[in-house]
């Protein structure tokens, strides 16, 4: 199984990206789904995460700007970045993970959004 991520570009602040992930496989339902960042030099943070119930959360950074949303029909979760500022810079990755019972971690392989001033 592999996660895709797209939807990265280069914005200008204040602008608008929509980031898409998608398993390349069949999965079992995951227990969360959730996107994380690196900018450069830095290390991996977490961005906001929904769980299989719907329930979201969000780093402070991006609450309010920020709407993360997942297909539990096709395990397919979105990022919904608005307002950008040029401190969202980085690779933003993907992250799904089912515990228990068949339990597994899958990383998408990243994509880049770059927010100019």
């Known amino acids: 199984v592999q996660l895709q991520a797209s939807g990265g570009g280069s914005v200008q602040t204040g602008g608008s990206l929509r980031l898409s992930c998608a398993a390349s496989g069949t999965i079992l339902a995951p227990t969360a789904m959730t996107w994380y960042r690196q900018a450069p030099g830095k290390q991996r943070e977490f961005v906001a995460t929904?769980?299989?119930?719907?329930?979201?959360n969000y780093a402070a950074s991006v609450k309010g700007r920020f709407t993360i949303s997942r297909d539990s029909a096709k395990n397919t979760v979105d990022l919904q970045m608005n307002t950008l500022k040029p401190e969202d810079t980085g690779v933003y990755y993907c992250?799904?993970?089912?515990?228990?019972?068949?339990?597994?971690?899958?990383w998408g392989q990243g994509t880049l959004v770059t927010v100019s001033s």
């Open positions: 992250n799904v993970v089912r515990l228990g019972r068949d339990q597994y971690n899958y």
């Open positions: 929904v769980s299989s119930g719907g329930v979201t």
